[in-house]
């Protein structure tokens, strides 16, 4: 089941939650960290929808509840933002020392300034994304500015910030006051991907604009048109991770390995459902895909259903076979359209004859070839559509042996 719960000590003696998405081969291609909104902890729909995501594409993420949110020990008031980015130190060296350190940090808004300075002291990252950051962090002080008197007078306030209360005392705003970003993104030496909706209601896109300005390249801005500060819409979550991933694959160097891709254990395929819905990862020694059902019957419709992935097999099996027989024959064979359909229908003459009415699966397969092929050639090549391994496979009787791994 992903993600895999963890705890791990910081360097202020205080334990931190974390929360590891591991692909389904859990072989990653690279190790990612996860820094959050202020408000927010690693159970954040953003959060968890884009790590997931990302696993989804063969990266590990780490994502971790800051000192005093979430499930992470202390207070609030026991943290600042300096706090979180030693806390982001203390999580890659747990990577480090466990699974590998990482090459991609991924910050959401105040996270997405702490990973941009966290970034220049973590030799390992090579690339940083953000969503929704602030180019000053002290922009933040908005969010509390009714306890700004009392933080002046008594040096701490209870403030509410989405709904919830939080303690912060006065060295929190003064840390924030202290960490321009402009000047220091001049140094930084690292690819940026910068993801900013224009409609976004806490922290404005002149934001991403000042930080991608100070920023070298390569750096790249995505606009997140119609998307909130908070990216409470699942699929601009699976939009940001599809992107920072594909993204990734340049910036990010990763060691090609000698053999399969996908570490499957001695299985030919590899099958995982977790969290919410039906979308279910799919690995083979050398892909990986997605399959899911449809969203009237609950799921999310992010790929192709089983009885897709069972008649896409027929298909591709069938066109396969006849472009071989046709090469080894030396025809004009330049395309071939394979139509399937999958239905239970009644079958009159049942091997069960109490039974008339029993129902059998049917595919029903139209082929349509392309190319300077004369009729014979034509009949021929459907004859051998029946041949492929998939069509005999179907049509054998077939023993499936289940057991507990």
Known sequence: ????????????????????????????????????????????????????????????????????????????????????????????????????????LVGHSLGGAAVLYASAKLESVEAIATVGAPSYPAHVKHLFKDGLKELEEKGSAEVHIGGRPFRIDKQFVDDLEQRPLSSFLKKLRKSLLIFHSPQDEIV???NAAEIYKA????????????????INDDEDSKYIAQVIASWGSRYVKVKQPDGPVNDLKGNQVLVRLSGQGFTTEVKTPYHHLIADEPAEVGGANLGPTPYDLLMSSLGTCTAMTMKMYAERKKWKLSEVNVYLNFENVHKEDALN??????KVGQFTRLIKMEGTLD????????????????????SEEIEIITKPY
């Open 1 to 104: 089941m992903n993600p895999q719960k963890l705890n791990f000590e910081n360097s202020r003696g205080f334990e931190l939650s974390a929360d590891l998405y591991l692909p389904l081969d859990e072989s990653p291609k690279y190790f990612a960290l996860f820094a959050h909104c202020f408000t927010c902890s690693k159970n954040f729909s953003a959060v968890r929808q884009i790590s997931r995501a990302l696993s989804n594409e063969g990266v590990g993420v780490l994502s971790l509840d800051f000192t005093g949110l979430g499930r992470s020990e202390g207070e609030l008031v026991d943290s600042s933002f300096s706090a979180n980015i030693t806390d982001l130190f203390d999580a890659a060296d747990y990577l480090s020392e466990h699974f590998k350190a990482p090459q991609l």
């Open 204 to 206: 404005d896109i002149e």
């Open 215 to 230: 920023a070298f390249h390569p750096k790249s801005f995505i606009s997140l048109d119609g998307a909130s500060h908070m």
């Open 353 to 358: 004859p109490d039974k008339p009415k029993s």
């Open 375 to 394: 009729d014979t050639q034509r009949a021929r090549l459907m004859e051998i559509a029946d041949r492929c391994p998939v069509h005999r496979t179907l």
